[in-house]
Structure formats: C-alpha cells, structure tokens
C-alpha cells in the first residue's frame, strides 16, 4: 500500500465544508501590457491566496454559472517551510466543483518536501500530463491531477460533482483546469 500525505488529502477532504455564491463577469481581454495587467488582477480570484487562479478557468471547465467567490482553506496553519492552500469554485447550484490545492516552498526545505511528496504520491497506474508545469500526472486513486510548478510549487487539482466517488471526476476537465491555472502561477 503506498504512502498518501496527509497534506494532500487535506485538499480533498476541504471540498466537504465548500460553499460560496454566483460569479462576476470577468474583464474583458485588452491589448496594451498596461492593459493586460490590469485584465489579469480584475479577472483573478477576489479570495487572498486565490489570486493565480480565475473564475474564467472554473467556468470554463465546469460550463456553469459559480459562485461568486472560491472557498479558500489553508490546510496547513502553522507551517514555516510551506503555505498549502485550496482554493474550489462550485457551480451556482452547488454541485460540481473545480479544486485547486496550491502548496508553496517557503524554504528550500519547502521545496525538498514538495518535489518528495510529488514523488511520494505518484503511484503505478499514474498517467503522465504533458505540457503542464516541470512534471504532471494524473493519480488514478485520487482522480487528480498532481504537478511540480515552477520555484517546486506542488499543485492537487481535482474537478467533481458533489458527493460523488473519486474514481467517477473527469479526468479530461481536470487535466484542462490544470492547463488554464499553470498559465497564472506567479513566477
């Protein structure tokens, strides 16, 4: 049996206590880099933690109307060498949701546990994602997508329908919604 962190079962475990309620357009798209900022910050989360990730990629993903805001969960208060946050957008109706666990390294000790707990995870049936952060895969088990961003940022991202078994999340939306959100990592 292989060995599941605790942190990243904290991702999950936080879609249970998840509500919010229904979504502001995002901006419009803008040419100038002046622009583009300022369409980039109005369009990004209105949560603190949540900046990287926009509702437009929830919507897209899920093809709903959300709530207006992400539940937002830090699932590691306390921690020196990490910041583990979840950021879920659910749909107006409350039944399907789109879950980003964002795990910072804060140290280079951060960092080591990262890549370790990327590792860690990883089991035999993983599939590889490509084109997303440094490595990505899908962990069949957990029907999510794990990825080693850049600076070994390690992101969980999942996507579901309320209550429903792990085994039965779309592994082509979440895949998809790890493309969108990579795209607005910070560095």
């Known amino acids: 049996m292989r060995s599941v962190a605790p942190a990243l079962l904290l991702t999950v475990t936080a879609l249970a206590a998840c509500s919010g309620t229904a979504t502001p357009a995002p901006a419009p798209p803008r040419t100038t880099a002046a622009a ?11 949560v603190a933690g949540c900046e990287f990730y926009q509702a437009a990629d929830a919507k897209t993903v899920l093809g709903a109307e959300l709530k207006p805001a992400p539940k937002f969960t830090d699932n590691e208060p306390g921690k020196t060498d990490t910041k583990f946050t979840s950021c879920v957008y659910w749909t107006a109706d409350d039944q399907r949701y789109a879950n980003v666990g964002y795990r ?10 990262n890549r370790s707990q990327f ?13 997303v952060g440094s490595d990505a895969y899908w962990d069949t088990p957990n029907g999510q997508v794990l990825v080693l961003a850049a600076g070994d940022a390690l992101l969980v991202i999942s996507t579901g329908v309320k209550d429903a078994p792990k085994a039965g999340r779309s592994r082509s939306d979440t895949e998809k919604l790890a493309r969108l959100v990579v795209a607005h990592l910070p560095g």
Not at 36 to 46: Q, R
Not at 119 to 131: I, N
């Open 36 to 46: 583009t900022s300022s369409a980039t910050a109005a369009a990004a989360s209105p």
């Open 104 to 113: 910072r390294a804060l140290t280079p000790a951060g960092a080591a546990d």
């Open 119 to 131: 590792t860690r995870q990883r089991t035999a049936d993983a599939v590889a994602v490509a084109g």
